[in-house]
Each structure stands twice: as C-alpha cells, then as structure tokens.
C-alpha cells in the first residue's frame, strides 16, 4: 500500500521495491522524492515562492527550502521530526551562521539532523542556497 493513496495528485510509480513520486511540474526532468525502504529521498531544493520563482533574499531563500520540505513530507504522511539527514550547498560560505539560525528551529534540539555542507560555485537560477532531506518512513505511514 502506497501512503499517497489519498492523494490524487501524485501518483507514485514502484519499481521492484523503490517507489517514485514524480515531480508534480511536468517539466521537471527528476522525481520529487524516491522511497527506497523506509527511508524517503527528496530532490534537493533551492528557494521558490509559490509562483516557482526564487525568493528574494538569503533569509527567504531558506526559508521557502524549509516551509517547502515541510509541505513535501507532509503530503507522504511525514514531518521535519523524520528528516535524518540534510546535505546543504552554499554559495557564500560565510552565510554558515544565517543558515543555521534560520534551520535549526525547524528540528527538535535533542533530534537534530546529521548534516553534510559544502561551498559551491554556483546553484541552478542563481540561487544562493539549496537543500536536499532523506528521512525515515514509520512502518504504516
């Protein structure tokens, strides 16, 4: 049983025990989230509004990454407490401090995610950040 059964929108596709949720944009040449097992992959992200542009600024950025996460998992049955890991690539390094403050409310203090973070030179629409989440999915979820 697919824990999306409820959700006509997505229509998850197995393939030998992985199941793909295709991106809901038709355009998007890559899954939103691929579940092997019971741990869920997202796509990473960058910071789009709700009109699919970026949003303006570091701050928002981030928190269109955090909001949109939260808005995915919730339509698989999850939450950011099931985020166990996150791989965070930031243009400017020295926005470490900002991105952290802006990211660790969104976890439980004594629960929060292992995480990998890396510089890079450059992210898809110039955005300034980007954030990819694996959790775990309960059994029954």
């Known amino acids: 049983m697919s824990n999306t059964d409820n959700l006509p929108k997505i229509k998850p596709i197995p393939a030998e025990g992985i ?3 295709l991106h809901p944009h038709p355009r ?3 899954s ?4 092997v097992g019971n741990v869920m992959y997202l796509s990473a992200m960058i910071g789009l509004d709700e009109n699919g542009k970026l949003a303006e600024g570091f701050e928002a950025e981030v928190r269109a990454i955090m909001e949109n996460t939260r808005a995915i998992l919730g339509k698989y049955g999850l939450g950011m407490e099931h985020v166990f890991k996150a791989t965070v690539m930031l243009t400017d390094a020295s926005k470490w401090g900002e991105f952290n ?3 660790k409310p969104y976890f439980h203090p004594a629960r929060l995610p292992v995480r990998t973070a890396f510089g890079v030179s450059g992210l898809a629409y110039d955005a300034t950040v980007e954030v990819e989440f694996w959790a775990h999915v309960p059994e029954g979820v």
């Open 101 to 103: 403050r802006l990211y």
């Open 32 to 35: 939103e989230a691929v579940q």
């Open 28 to 30: 998007s040449p890559f």
């Open 19 to 21: 199941t793909y949720y």
